[in-house]
């Protein structure tokens, strides 16, 4: 008779990470929003770099990273050395959670924080902890009153995902010098998105002992499917996720292809640029047809029914039309979805489409009330 073997405490509790789905049955030509990817793709000089790579794969891949670290270094104006590269963003919070937490230490977050750091929290046995936000808004006085001297990480995603608002750095910065025995994780997956007066936390991190930063290759660089991220901070940081980093964690087509991406400034610049022009025609839109969205500062918009029932019926109504959006139940927002700005064709049809159904909607309230 086999007896079941059971895992550390904390991994049963962890709920499967939901991806975007990518698919609707029956339709051949699915837009798809619900991922928040760069809907211009990858950099060229990115895809032919991963080309070449290819060539060379037999051989092992560098494990130190350095051209990469020095390419990141030399376009954010940051120390290589203080620059650390994983397998996404994810493995850096992994790697953090792994160092930092663990049993009889909580990891904090806001109520509508990214899905990975309950996971990784688990993982490492630690407890996850939410603070309220305001207003779909990270609220630092909730986090800083949530602390504990138990507290070891607080992830804040600045823009945060799934809602775009995003807080101050001197908002950020009064929230690290409050809670000096944690350390202060500024996701800052969607800072290019943002604009160019915001370095994502560069600065904090570069000055403070317990901030830390990452970024990640998967938005704006269009290339979620390569798996690169980075994190920055104190040295002593970077030293102690060195250790449990596995020695070829990226492999070599990764790396080729992010140092090529990170390379192509004119590639970044467009994709923000349409960007940030398609988010603002898309608001407006949604708004004019009666669906409200925060002010977001990443590439996609929030946009709010007045209630599950109706975030489910609009969603219904995009799949219909082949447009996959995301439901954020699991969020938090079952009144919301997430809608990721794609090109121009794109945002149109998600307006038409939901425009058409608000119309039909308020015909049927109207009908209900005669
Ligand atoms: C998409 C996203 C990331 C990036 O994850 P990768 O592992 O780098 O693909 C990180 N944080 C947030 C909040 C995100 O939305």
Not at 147 to 161: D, G, M
Request: net charge negative.
């Amino acid at each position: 008779m086999s007896q079941t073997i059971q895992p550390q405490p904390g991994i049963m509790d962890i709920a499967l990470y939901e991806a975007g789905s990518a698919h609707v049955a029956g339709v051949a030509e699915a837009v798809k929003l619900s991922s928040n990817e760069n809907p211009f793709g990858p950099s060229p000089k990115a895809r032919d770099a991963v080309i070449r790579a290819a060539h060379a794969m037999h051989r092992y891949p560098s494990t130190d990273h350095t051209a990469l670290r020095q390419a990141i270094g030399k376009v954010h104006g940051l120390d290589p050395d203080r620059i650390i590269c994983g397998v996404g963003s994810d493995e850096i919070i992994h790697f953090l959670c792994q160092a930092y937490a663990g049993p009889g230490t909580e990891v904090l977050f806001t109520e509508h924080g990214f899905l990975m750091y309950p996971i990784s929290a688990r993982a490492a046995g630690a407890t996850p902890v939410t603070a309220r936000e305001r207003e779909r808004t990270t609220d630092i006085d909730a986090l800083i009153a949530a602390a504990t001297p138990a507290t070891r990480l607080i992830f804040v995603a600045n823009p945060n995902n799934p809602t775009g608002t995003m807080v101050e750095l001197a908002e950020l910065e009064r929230l690290a010098r409050a809670v000096p025995q944690a350390i202060l994780v500024i996701d800052a997956a969607y800072a290019e998105y943002a604009g160019d007066d915001y370095d994502g936390g560069a600065g904090l991190a570069t000055d403070l002992p317990n901030v830390f930063m990452t970024r990640t290759f998967s938005k704006i660089y269009g290339l979620g499917g390569l798996r690169v991220g980075w994190g920055y901070g104190p040295r002593e940081i970077i030293d102690v996720l060195n250790r449990i980093r596995g020695p070829f964690n990226l492999s070599s087509l990764a790396l080729d292809g992010a140092l090529a991406a990170m390379q192509d400034r004119e590639h970044v610049e467009r994709s923000r640029s349409e960007n940030a022009r398609l988010r603002a025609w898309l608001a407006a839109a949604l708004a004019e047809r009666g669906v409200p969205s925060d002010a977001s500062h990443a590439n996609f918009v929030l946009a709010r029914f007045e209630g599950p029932e109706t975030a489910g019926a609009a969603d219904a109504a995009l799949k219909a039309e082949g447009v996959i959006v995301r439901r954020v139940g699991g969020y938090g927002l079952p009144d919301c979805l997430r809608i990721t700005i794609g090109d121009e064709a794109s945002c149109r049809r998600v307006a038409h489409v939901l425009g058409r159904f608000m119309a039909e909607r308020g015909t049927a309230a109207v009908g209900q009330r005669a």
